[in-house]
């Protein structure tokens, strides 16, 4: 069984920074890229940031210069450090994982509960 867990989300004033973390753990056999998507209130969830384990990311515009995800290849962590944060980034953010496990040999995404983050003065 594969357990994602996010923390980290907080209440912030714009212009602040914040950092999420994401452990996921289980009978995991490979981990093949770990990201991060949100929801804001109201509207559908989207994508914020990806990373494979070799690095290569992918970056939501509205994010672009802002935040940066960075995995943990070892811990099976990833994290999202979010800079310069704006009401708009209020949002349920959620953390996934597509990896393969020892009941599960094929990759599949796996996600977590989601952590809330609120940007406002």
């Known amino acids: 069984q594969v357990q994602v867990v996010e923390s980290g989300g907080d209440l912030v004033q714009p212009g602040g920074s914040l950092k999420l973390s994401c452990a996921v753990t289980?009978?995991?056999?490979?981990?093949?890229?770990m990201g991060w998507y949100r929801q804001p209130p109201g509207a559908q969830r989207e994508l914020v940031a990806t990373?494979?384990?070799?690095?290569?990311?992918k970056y939501a515009d509205s994010v672009k210069g802002r935040f940066t995800i960075e995995i943990d290849n070892v811990n099976n962590k990833v994290y999202l450090q979010m800079n310069r944060l704006k009401p708009e980034d209020t949002a349920d953010y959620y953390c996934?994982?597509?990896?393969?496990?020892?009941?599960?040999?094929?990759?599949?995404?796996?996600w977590g509960q989601g952590t809330q983050v609120t940007v406002s003065a």
């Open positions: 990373t494979t384990t070799s690095g290569i990311t």
């Open positions: 289980g009978s995991i056999t490979g981990v093949f890229g």
């Open positions: 996934l994982a597509d990896l393969q496990t020892t009941l599960v040999p094929t990759t599949t995404r796996y």
